[in-house]
């Protein structure tokens, strides 16, 4: 997939925008020329980025994407500047604790919940109604491999993936007759700052080609999913992982 495969002059809104791999979506967007709308509660890194992305119409809106009311104000704003919204990335989220389910410290599970469930929930909530009224529209939500098998230390993140997918296929089924496709990406490791210390280790040895993916790989897969070559692509959950999924462990 390359990023060549984004429609211009689309307007699409990308939440965990700041850094990562939604800061690599709304480059990889903003190469194609779409006005973009970026969330994130890191206001000065948001700044960073929508200051980066010359050429391109930009509106950065610093919200928490697990209060509804933000999520629904930051879609407002879109539609009040460019008067629609073509395509949406569910995509901020947060890890939790690594720590056994029976130990699970409760609010921390919870508070995993409200970001990576919530977050996709109160998206979905505000942008389904406007691709509705547009007849069509493009929504991904970012899942993780977590969300295809158990990840030992990491219930709630691997329970809030799992959500995230049963989001995006429920919304793809009730929305395919309106226009609005509803797809969700799955990446294993992922080289950010966040899995710096992670790259060489095991779990990247365990991918079939033997590495973390780069940022703007998982950017293409969405890119990709939210243009029109993918007009006929629906309740998808698309791995980007390097064969992960797909492998028989300790035989890849």
Same mark, same amino acid.
């Given at each position: 997939?390359?990023?060549?495969?984004?429609?211009?002059?689309?307007?699409?809104?990308?939440?965990?925008?700041?850094?990562?791999?939604?800061?690599?979506?709304a480059?990889?967007?903003?190469?194609?020329?779409? #006005?973009?709308?970026?969330?994130?509660?890191?206001e000065?890194?948001?700044?960073?980025?929508?200051?980066?992305?010359?050429?391109?119409?930009?509106?950065?809106?610093?919200?928490?994407?697990?209060?509804a009311?933000?999520?629904?104000?930051?879609?407002?704003?879109?539609v009040?500047?460019?008067?629609?919204?073509?395509?949406?990335?569910?995509? #901020?989220?947060?890890?939790?604790?690594?720590?056994?389910t029976?130990?699970?410290?409760?609010?921390?599970?919870?508070?995993?919940q $409200?970001?990576?469930?919530?977050?996709?929930?109160?998206?979905?909530?505000? $942008?389904?109604?406007?691709?509705?009224? $547009?007849?069509?529209?493009?929504?991904?939500?970012?899942?993780?491999?977590?969300?295809?098998?158990?990840?030992?230390?990491?219930?709630?993140?691997a329970?809030?993936?799992?959500?995230?997918?049963?989001?995006?296929?429920?919304?793809?089924?009730?929305?395919?007759?309106?226009?609005?496709?509803?797809?969700?990406? #799955?990446?294993?490791?992922?080289?950010?700052?966040l899995t710096?210390?992670?790259?060489?280790?095991?779990?990247?040895?365990?991918?079939?080609?033997?590495?973390?993916?780069?940022?703007?790989?998982?950017?293409?897969?969405?890119?990709?999913?939210?243009?029109?070559?993918?007009?006929h692509?629906?309740?998808?959950?698309l791995?980007v992982?390097?064969?992960?999924?797909?492998?028989v462990p300790?035989?890849?």
């Open positions: 997939m390359s990023s060549a495969g984004c429609s211009p002059a689309r307007v699409a809104l990308v939440t965990g925008a700041a850094r990562g791999i939604g800061a690599a979506v480059r990889g967007l903003a190469a194609e020329g779409s #006005a973009l709308v970026l969330v994130d509660r890191d000065p890194a948001l700044a960073a980025l929508a200051d980066e992305l010359t050429g391109v119409e930009v509106l950065a809106v610093p919200a928490d994407v697990s209060r009311d933000a999520v629904a104000d930051a879609v407002d704003a879109a009040a500047r460019f008067g629609r919204l073509d395509a949406a990335v569910n995509n #901020a989220g947060v890890p939790g604790p690594q720590v056994p029976a130990d699970y410290p409760v609010d921390a599970f919870w508070r995993v $409200q970001v990576n469930v919530g977050g996709v929930l109160h998206g979905l909530r505000a $942008q389904l109604p406007v691709m509705v009224g $547009q007849g069509r529209g493009a929504v991904v939500n970012m899942t993780s491999g977590a969300g295809l098998r158990g990840v030992p230390g990491a219930c709630a993140y329970a809030s993936k799992h959500a995230v997918i049963g989001l995006t296929r429920t919304a793809a089924v009730e929305y395919a007759r309106h226009g609005v496709r509803v797809n969700a990406v #799955a990446p294993g490791l992922v080289a950010t700052e710096a210390g992670l790259e060489a280790d095991e779990f990247a040895a365990a991918h079939p080609v033997g590495r973390a993916a780069r940022a703007g790989e998982i950017a293409d897969a969405v890119c990709w999913l939210v243009s029109d070559r993918a007009a692509v629906t309740g998808v959950v791995p992982d390097g064969g992960l999924t797909a492998a300790g035989l890849a």
